[in-house]
C-alpha cells in the first residue's frame, strides 16, 4: 500500500512542484488624485476576469520595459513613470490555445500613469477600469497579486 501512495506522490505530487515556471511580466498601473490612490485593472480576452496588463518578455527591453509595452497594448497606458524594480511577484497557471497550462511567475512593476488612448492595440477586446486598491483586490484571482495590490 505504502509503494502506491509513494508513486502517486512522485508521479503527481512532485511533477507539479518542481515544474519549471516561465517567465511573465506586468505592470501595475496606479493614478492619484489627491490623496486617493487607483489601479488600473483590464479584462483578459479569454475569460473576462479582472487582470494586471502583462505578458512575455521582449527581445530587447528589460522587464520594465516589457511591462510598460503591456501596458500600452493592452490598456491604453500611453505614458507612464515605471520602477526598474519589480515591486513583487505572483504565480499562476497560463492556459494556453493547445490546451495545456503552464506554471507563470509573474514579475510586477510600478507604473504612475500620465497619459492614457482611447485607441491601442487590444481597446475592442479588453475593458480598463480604475478601482481602490483593495477593491482591486478583491476582484483579481490569484492571491498573490491580491496581496500586492492590498499594499499600493
Known amino acids: 500500500m505504502i509503494h502506491y501512495v509513494k508513486r502517486a506522490w512522485d508521479d503527481a505530487v512532485l511533477t507539479l512542484l518542481q515544474r519549471e515556471r516561465r517567465q511573465q511580466v506586468a505592470a501595475l498601473c496606479v493614478r492619484r488624485n489627491g490623496d486617493d490612490r487607483?489601479?488600473?485593472?483590464?479584462?483578459?480576452?479569454?475569460?473576462?476576469?479582472?487582470?494586471?496588463?502583462?505578458?512575455?518578455?521582449?527581445?530587447?527591453?528589460?522587464?520594465?520595459?516589457?511591462?510598460?509595452?503591456?501596458?500600452?497594448?493592452?490598456?491604453?497606458?500611453?505614458?507612464?513613470?515605471?520602477?526598474?524594480?519589480?515591486?513583487?511577484?505572483?504565480?499562476?497557471?497560463?492556459?494556453?490555445?493547445?490546451?495545456?497550462?503552464?506554471?507563470?511567475?509573474?514579475?510586477?512593476?510600478?507604473?504612475?500613469?500620465?497619459?492614457?488612448?482611447?485607441?491601442?492595440?487590444?481597446?475592442?477586446e479588453r475593458e480598463r477600469a480604475w478601482f481602490a486598491p483593495r477593491e482591486a483586490a478583491a476582484l483579481v484571482d490569484e492571491p498573490e497579486l491580491k496581496a500586492l495590490l492590498r499594499r499600493v
Do not use: F, H, N
Open 38 to 124: 487607483k489601479v488600473m485593472l483590464i479584462t483578459s480576452r479569454d475569460t473576462g476576469r479582472w487582470i494586471v496588463p502583462k505578458g512575455w518578455p521582449i527581445k530587447g527591453l528589460d522587464g520594465a520595459g516589457a511591462a510598460l509595452q503591456e501596458a500600452w497594448e493592452e490598456a491604453g497606458v500611453k505614458k507612464a513613470r515605471i520602477d526598474r524594480t519589480p515591486i513583487g511577484s505572483y504565480c499562476y497557471d497560463k492556459g494556453l490555445s493547445d490546451g495545456e497550462s503552464v506554471a507563470v511567475e509573474t514579475q510586477v512593476y510600478l507604473a504612475e500613469v500620465e497619459a492614457l488612448s482611447d485607441t491601442y492595440p487590444e481597446a475592442d
